[in-house]
Structures are given as structure tokens and as C-alpha cells.
């Protein structure tokens, strides 16, 4: 069985945009890092329920893929 972690994502953005998510995310309390993924998330929660994406249906059974 293979266990869920969490993924890195590496993104390049405009010296702005960094300063504006930098300033954001310390007005917060949090890291930039944590921010973008908050944005992330909610962007892609938000793109569901626009049904902009329909995420894959997953397999009910796992795979073999030791064969």
C-alpha cells in the first residue's frame, strides 16, 4: 500500500507578485510557501464547483503493479 504525501511544486513569479504574496502572507502569520498553497488549493476547490475541472474518477480497487 502506498502512502499520500505531500508534493512540491516549484513556480516562478514576478518580483511583484512576490512582494504582494510576501506582504500578504505576513500580515497572516505564515510563510509565502504556505500561502501559495492555501491560494492553490482554493483556486482548484473553486474550479470544481465552476465545473472549469473534473478531477479523474478514481479505481475502487488498487492495482498490482508489483507484476
Do not use: C, H, I
Not at 500500500?1 to 518580483?15: G, L
Not at 510576501?22 to 505564515?30: N, Y
Not at 492553490?40 to 474518477?57: D, F, H, I, N, Q
Amino acid at each position: 500500500m502506498s502512502e499520500k504525501v505531500s508534493k512540491r511544486v516549484f513556480v516562478t513569479v514576478p518580483d511583484t507578485v512576490y512582494e504582494e504574496l510576501e506582504d500578504w502572507a505576513e500580515k497572516q502569520g505564515r510563510s509565502v510557501s504556505n500561502l501559495t498553497a492555501f491560494l492553490v488549493e482554493a483556486s482548484l476547490r473553486a474550479a470544481k464547483e465552476r465545473g472549469e475541472y473534473t478531477p479523474p474518477k478514481q479505481n475502487s480497487q488498487p492495482s498490482d503493479q508489483s507484476k
